[in-house]
């Protein structure tokens, strides 16, 4: 039976290690956290660091693995990357997996190789960014170089808060280096997000996705996704020119790749982020309902080196998802939809029960959970997730 080693035992990896099992493969996990739930559907736990790269190696020569996965996380893809170039096992580079996980570099690249990037400079104190914010032209995001789910970014229009913005990247940064850089405004309505998925080098499944956020909350941080894109024809083009070359140029020959990008008035594609992963919020499955295709499955069989189907069906309009949040801490009690949009509803998954600890939705990680919707129309979809927060009330105790 072929091994694979898969990197992270959270509720949303869960998936890629029961995919595994189905697929017949004997599955290992290593995760750092005591109380993950992915240990009790792997065939074997170890209790490593997904991101201490020579334990996780260890751990791979002694299981004699096949394949290695790290399932919708940035922290843990180097690390796969550098095991599976380490035992000669299908891998990106790991330069270029790299590259994609740290924010500063992710910068350079893009502007070595001919892509629009901001103005943009990682730093190493507070002090050092104070120095040098005068570079900038206002507004500037300021985040940490090495984490996804906007944890930690700030948007500062003046520099008040310049300091607390600062303070405040550094304390999500495992690596203790911060990244500032000039906001680009965009001229579409959402920001353009997704997954998209490459087999052979080359781009076979286009994910794009609108990104709705919440600015009661955070006007950074994703609340949900919607289907079709809402771009006209040629910036689609444009959107998906930019994401092929990209994996050209980093060699990107397999897997998903989470993405964001924007388009300013221009008409010029600024990508913002791009993962060598899957991407979270449950990305993947509203990708297959779109597509009627089992993406996780993909991506494990990829990661193990087996031969998939690269041939995607068009795309079904009208789907979305909305995460669950809460504008203030508490302790949960219930969910409440409204009537309207109950009938609309295909898919509920609440992460909290009652009496659980809830905090102010700051980042990705702190959502109760995610609901997806089937509209029948453009026009309806936008009407109920414009107005997402009169029709879903979250009850705290």
Same mark, same amino acid.
């Given at each position: ?8 035992? *959270? ?24 109380? !993950? ?50 035992? *000669? ?23 070595? !190789? ?50 607390? %913005? ?26 353009? /997000? ?48 930019? =994401? ?10 397999? /897997? ?16 913002? &982020? ?5 991407? /979270?919020?449950?990305?993947? &499955? ?7 295709? &089992? ?7 990829? %990661? ?24 203030? &801490? ?33 980042? %990705?990680?702190?959502? =109760? ?20 927060? !009169? ?7």
């Amino acid at each position: 039976m072929k091994k694979i080693l898969l990197l992270g035992g *959270s509720a949303q990896q869960v998936v890629a290690i029961e995919t595994a099992k189905r697929l017949g493969y004997y599955t290992v996990l290593c995760d750092f956290l005591t109380d !993950n739930p992915g240990q009790y559907h792997a065939d074997n736990f170890y209790l490593v660091s997904t991101t201490d790269k020579e334990a996780i190696l260890k751990v791979a020569q002694e299981e004699k693995i096949d394949g290695i996965l790290a399932y919708a996380s940035d922290p843990a893809a180097p690390t796969a990357a550098y095991v599976a170039e380490k035992m *000669s096992l299908k891998t990106n580079p790991y330069t270029s997996v790299e590259t994609l996980c740290n924010k500063d570099q992710f910068r350079r690249f893009l502007s070595e !190789n001919g892509f629009n990037t901001p103005q943009a400079n990682g730093y190493s104190t507070v002090e050092e960014a104070k120095k040098d914010i005068n570079r900038y032209r206002l507004p500037v995001i300021i985040k940490p170089v090495d984490s996804s789910g906007s944890k930690g970014a700030t948007v500062l229009n003046g520099l008040d808060g310049l300091e607390e %913005a600062l303070e405040f990247a550094f304390s999500f940064s495992r690596s203790k280096r911060i990244i500032v850089e000039e906001f680009i405004e965009k001229k579409h309505p959402y920001l353009i /997000g997704g997954d998209i998925f490459v087999c052979d080098g080359k781009v076979v499944l286009w994910g794009l996705l609108n990104c709705h956020r919440d600015s009661n909350v955070n006007s950074l941080v994703p609340v949900g996704k919607s289907y079709p894109l809402e771009l006209e024809d040629e910036d689609i083009q444009r959107v998906k020119d930019t =994401l092929q070359s990209m994996a050209d140029k980093l060699g990107i020959q397999f /897997g998903a790749m989470n993405v964001e990008l924007i388009i300013d008035k221009s008409n010029r594609v600024w990508p913002i &982020d791009v993962g060598p992963r899957n991407g /979270g919020n449950m990305i993947p &499955d509203l990708l297959g309902m779109i597509f009627d295709v &089992d993406i996780v499955e993909m991506t494990v069989k990829s %990661a193990m080196g087996e031969p998939i189907e690269c041939k995607i069906n068009d795309g079904k309009p009208f789907y979305a998802t909305h995460n669950l949040h809460s504008d203030k &801490d508490g302790r949960f009690d219930c969910i409440e939809f409204s009537e309207d949009i109950e009938k609309y509803i295909i898919r509920k998954n609440v992460y909290k029960q009652p009496g659980d600890a809830v905090e102010f939705f700051d980042n %990705a990680a702190k959502a =109760l959970g995610i609901v997806f919707f089937k509209f029948d129309n453009q026009e309806e979809m936008n009407k109920y997730l414009q107005n997402i927060n !009169n029709h879903i009330n979250i009850h705290l105790k």
